[in-house]
């Protein structure tokens, strides 16, 4: 079985009650319906999940969140359980982001911690990971990916867990410059190959997601690339119109 692919949006630290209602209102108008082979999500800061996840409704477009705590409740003042995003309509939660482990700090102790916490509450975690520009100058691509999912991975059972990966060299977020079709095949070759050795049928169904300055032009050759399961898209997804022209092109591609 093949995965099933995922155009999510993450919205980051953007948006507000109107600007929110155009840009779902955007997407539903161009896109009247989904191809169940290739989903949607949006995942816009936790305020606002309750209004996205009632402008979505009908649409079947999927909300996700961008960050849970790796605790289940009690005195952590700040922070929001698992729990808690699935009681108002969560389906993902992004974990892993490299924006928190650069401004936050995170770790892949404390990632794995947040991966298990996600799928404890119900959620499929987008676990994030990637090199930064100067671990790939200097070779270091293969073993800064290993050790980032072999610490997710310790915490996850393969036999039943469902997880979504998301390849985002850190050098092509925000930037505009994505990596090349060629970097992503290598990328995204050996993902697939990591998670079908930790069991055959979940390396199968476990999407791959590529991010990193994923737009309106460059996602048809990006959708193309083997064992590329859709698309984590952060500015591109704030406009209707190239966020659906990803989604064509996800849908276009095979
Ligand atoms: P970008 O962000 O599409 O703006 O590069 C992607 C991400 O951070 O997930």
């Known amino acids: 079985m093949a995965a099933k692919k995922w155009v999510i949006g993450n919205w980051k630290l953007q948006g507000s009650l109107s600007s929110n209602q155009a840009l779902i209102e955007g997407i539903r108008a161009r896109l009247p319906a989904l191809d169940e082979r290739v989903g949607m999500a949006v995942c816009p800061v936790f305020p606002y999940l ?3 996840g009632g402008l979505i409704q009908g649409s079947g477009i999927e909300l996700g969140a961008q960050n849970l705590s790796e605790q289940a409740k009690g005195a952590y003042t700040g922070e929001v359980a698992g729990a808690m995003l699935k009681e108002v309509g969560a389906k993902f939660v992004i974990v892993g982001h490299s924006e928190r482990r650069s401004y936050q700090g995170e770790d892949d102790a404390l990632i794995a911690k947040k991966t298990r916490a996600a799928l404890d509450s119900g959620l499929i975690p987008v676990v994030c990971l990637g090199e930064t520009k100067e671990e790939r100058d200097s070779g270091e691509t293969w073993d800064i990916l290993l050790r980032q999912l072999n610490a997710v991975f310790d915490l996850i059972d393969a036999a039943k867990d469902e997880v979504v990966l ?3 060299p850190r050098w092509a977020i925000g930037t505009g410059v994505s ?3 060629e970097m ?8 697939r190959a990591y998670l079908v050795a930790k069991d055959a049928a979940f390396g199968a169904r476990t999407p791959i997601l590529y ?3 994923m737009n309106g ?3 048809a050759s990006i959708a193309a690339v083997k ?3 859709g698309g984590l898209i952060g500015s591109a997804s704030l406009k209707a119109d190239e966020f659906v022209v990803i989604y064509e092109a996800l849908r276009a591609a095979d």
């Open 166 to 168: 998301a390849y985002e």
């Open 184 to 191: 992503i095949a290598d990328v995204h070759g050996f993902l």
């Open 217 to 219: 032009a460059n996602a």
């Open 211 to 213: 991010g990193g300055s």
């Open 50 to 52: 309750p209004q996205v």
């Open 227 to 229: 064992d590329v399961d």
């Open 179 to 181: 990596a090349t079709p």
